[in-house]
């Protein structure tokens, strides 16, 4: 158990130090997600002058909503573009039978990376958009170490249940063989369900009621609630972890049944 411990914990290091050999892309990531957010800003400051109190919140809580999106954006790949992306190709290519030869669980596996790149995105490009914001902008933000503690917990299993929904995309492609609607519904489902656009608070409450049970509420929703003191930890963690458990334990029965098929395929 100890050494399947540090495997994994192996590979997540391996997922954080790949990503921060991508310094380029990391400035242009911080730039631009820095952009972004004064644009959704400005944005929320002119729709929150019109509607006060939308979706529960003041001014200073949908600024600090905005922010916090531009810094989980690529944190929990909001849009698709994580583990799931290389694990598509693998499928694609047949390379994922090496995988399934690894001494090592398969979905554990790609958990591990993508941890790891998360951990870097969040440090590496969601850290200076949000502070930035902070310095420049009235922000909602908790004076208690205790309360961004909590928010930190929120956050880790809010990347959890973001590698379980691509995970279970990526695992698709055994089936479909094409990537190319799988991103698309990723992308789409992540940008307006996750609450990136506007938070699920403000939505109208025959869809609010919907959204704001998925999973990817999960994502962006809770996390931005817990910092704020919106909801309840217990009431945000059981969320969270509840789908988590669901959407992993899913992806292991979806998994067996790809597997099953790849024996079958390979003889």
Avoid: H
């Avoid at 030869?101 to 951990?119: E, I």
């Avoid at 902070?134 to 909602?140: G, L």
């Avoid at 503690?149 to 880790?156: G, K, L, P, R």
């Amino acid at each position: 158990m100890v050494g399947s411990g540090r495997l994994y914990g192996t590979v997540a290091v391996g997922g954080f130090r790949r990503y921060a050999t991508y310094r380029a892309a990391t400035a242009a990531g911080v730039f631009t997600n820095t952009v972004f957010g004064v644009i959704l800003v400005y944005t929320y400051l002119a729709l929150w002058d019109e509607r006060p109190r939308l979706g529960g919140y003041d001014q200073a809580q949908a600024v600090t909503y905005a922010w916090l999106g531009q810094a989980l954006y690529a944190t929990l790949a909001i849009q698709g573009g994580g583990a799931e992306k290389e694990l598509m190709s693998r499928i694609r290519t047949g390379e994922i039978a090496v995988d399934l030869y690894r001494p090592a669980d398969l979905q554990l596996w790609w958990l591990a990376g993508d941890l790891g790149r998360s951990v870097f995105q969040l440090l590496g490009r969601g850290v200076i958009p949000f502070t930035f914001g902070a310095v420049f902008f009235t922000m909602a933000l908790p004076r208690s170490a205790a309360t961004w503690a909590a928010f930190v917990v929120a956050v880790a299993l809010a990347m959890v249940v973001s590698f379980a929904i691509r995970y279970l995309a990526a695992l698709a492609m055994f089936w479909l063989m094409d990537d190319r609607g799988i991103n698309q519904t990723v992308m789409i489902a992540g940008v307006f369900c996750s609450g990136m656009v506007l938070p699920l608070n403000a939505f109208p409450e025959e869809i609010g009621s919907v959204v704001r049970a998925l999973p990817w509420a999960a994502q962006l929703q809770v996390p931005a609630d817990v910092l704020m003191g919106e909801t309840s930890l217990w009431t945000a963690y059981a969320f969270q972890a509840g789908w988590a458990v669901a959407l992993l334990a899913l992806g292991r029965l979806l998994q067996a049944a790809a597997t099953r098929r790849v024996v079958v395929q390979g003889g």
